[in-house]
Each structure stands twice: as structure tokens, then as C-alpha cells.
């Protein structure tokens, strides 16, 4: 059974750009999050979908935004990168989300310069 | 590899011998937790979970405990091994929120 699949693993980009990160769960999971890990602030929420609608969002400026498709792959989205989005970020899927429990992919590494 | 966090606290335990690790969550409302390992240029992997209506829950070799009196998770690992070396982390979950907060996470040594 596949594990939770997120592109690309590493990503560079300059300050200013826009970045979109893919994230497809594990078979059957119809719920998808999303978390920024850094070494300041460890690992922080920044939203949850199923079946297509945010359920909850973290405290993140609007700059960050996702979205989830009927095939519940899940996108997220960055626009006008700052140094500070340099993080690992992970994506994590659930049968339902809450307490059924979540797999972590093993991330994406975004490096902002 | 990639560093999780630069000053995590760090618990170092002999090869064989039991470890604990402890959590505190923060919001006396939290009904389900998780404690999860990373290792390093991996995402987090559950290791056992507990609700809020138990105060004990055992798997291979690993015992959750939940004191909710006091808000405080720990984690026991029974003849610890090398491949325990990791970063732990307590997540805790509210009921209806459909998000997880994370502790700050405790690395552990395993010395040989």
C-alpha cells in the first residue's frame, strides 16, 4: 500500500516567487493537512481538508493557501515567498481526520534565498 | 541529514535500558493524543495513541501514559534500541478542530 506521496522533495526559490507543493494520500483517505516544520517554531498547522472543503486553517497569513480535489490529492500554495517560509513542509492523510489518526508523508524542503 | 530542531532537549539512554519520555500538553479540552517519531529527512511516524477516557495504553514495547489532572503525556520505551534514536513528538487533538498540536519534541540517544 503506498504511503503518502508529496512533490517535490526539495525546492528552491527566490524571494518574491510563488510555490505550489502536491501532496497525494494514501488510498481511501479523504482527509489531507498540512504542516510548516522549522527548527524555531517546530511543527505548525496550516490547514485541513476533506472532501474538498477547509475544515480548519491555522494561524498563517493569507499568503498561504490549498486546496483539495475530488481524488483527494491536495495542493498548497505559497505566493510572494519571504526568507521565513524556508521549512519542511509536510503533508499528512486520515480516513476522516480528528482522531482516526494521521500518516506523514516525508515532506517537501523549501529553501527561500 | 536535515536537523529537525538545532536545541531540542536531548535524552540519552544505554542500549537496553528503558527510556521515558515526557510531554506537556496545553489545552485541558485535548480528547485524543498521539506521539509520533521522526527520524532525520523522514515526516512523522505514529508510534501508539490514547483518548482521553483511558489513562494507559500499551503496544510493542511502548506504554502511553495520560494524566489529565495535570496536562502531562509520557512515553515509555522498553529495552531501547539503536534505531529508537529519533526526535519524539506529542501531538494532541481536540474533538471537532481537525487539527494537531505538536509538543516541541525530545530527541533520544541511544549510546551502544
Known amino acids: 500500500k503506498a504511503g503518502v506521496t508529496q512533490t517535490p522533495r526539495y525546492l528552491i526559490k527566490t524571494r518574491g516567487q510563488q510555490v505550489t507543493l502536491s501532496c497525494s494520500p494514501i488510498?481511501?483517505?479523504?482527509?489531507v493537512s498540512w504542516y510548516q516544520q522549522t527548527p524555531g517554531q517546530g511543527l505548525q498547522f496550516l490547514f485541513e481538508?476533506?472532501?474538498?472543503?477547509?475544515?480548519n486553517k491555522g494561524n498563517f497569513p493569507g499568503r498561504f493557501s490549498g486546496r483539495q480535489f475530488s481524488n483527494s490529492r491536495s495542493e498548497m500554495n505559497v505566493s510572494t515567498l519571504e526568507l521565513g517560509d524556508s521549512a519542511l513542509y509536510l503533508c499528512?492523510?486520515?480516513?476522516?481526520?480528528?482522531?482516526?489518526?494521521?500518516?506523514f508523508g516525508s515532506g517537501t524542503r523549501l529553501t527561500v534565498v | 541529514g536535515e536537523s529537525v530542531g538545532l536545541h531540542l532537549p536531548t535524552l540519552s539512554v544505554q542500549e537496553g535500558d528503558n527510556s521515558i519520555i515526557n510531554c506537556a500538553y496545553s489545552?485541558?479540552?485535548?480528547?485524543?493524543f498521539i506521539w509520533y517519531k521522526q527520524e532525520s529527512g523522514k515526516g512523522p511516524q505514529f508510534i501508539i495513541d490514547?483518548?482521553?477516557?483511558?489513562d494507559k495504553r500499551q503496544g510493542q514495547r511502548v506504554t502511553v501514559l495520560l494524566n489529565k489532572t495535570v496536562k502531562h503525556l509520557s512515553l515509555q520505551i522498553a529495552a531501547t534500541q539503536p534505531g529508537d534514536s529519533a526526535v519524539y513528538f506529542c501531538?494532541?487533538?481536540?474533538?471537532?478542530?481537525?487539527?494537531?498540536?505538536f509538543g516541541t519534541g525530545t530527541r533520544l540517544k541511544v549510546l551502544a
Open positions: 499528512a492523510s486520515s480516513l476522516a481526520g480528528g482522531d482516526y489518526g494521521y500518516t
Open positions: 488510498s481511501g483517505h479523504r482527509s
Open positions: 481538508y476533506f472532501s474538498e472543503t477547509q475544515r
Open positions: 489545552n485541558s479540552a485535548s480528547d485524543y
Open positions: 490514547i483518548r482521553s477516557n483511558m
Open positions: 501531538a494532541e487533538n481536540t474533538s471537532g478542530t481537525y487539527k494537531y498540536i
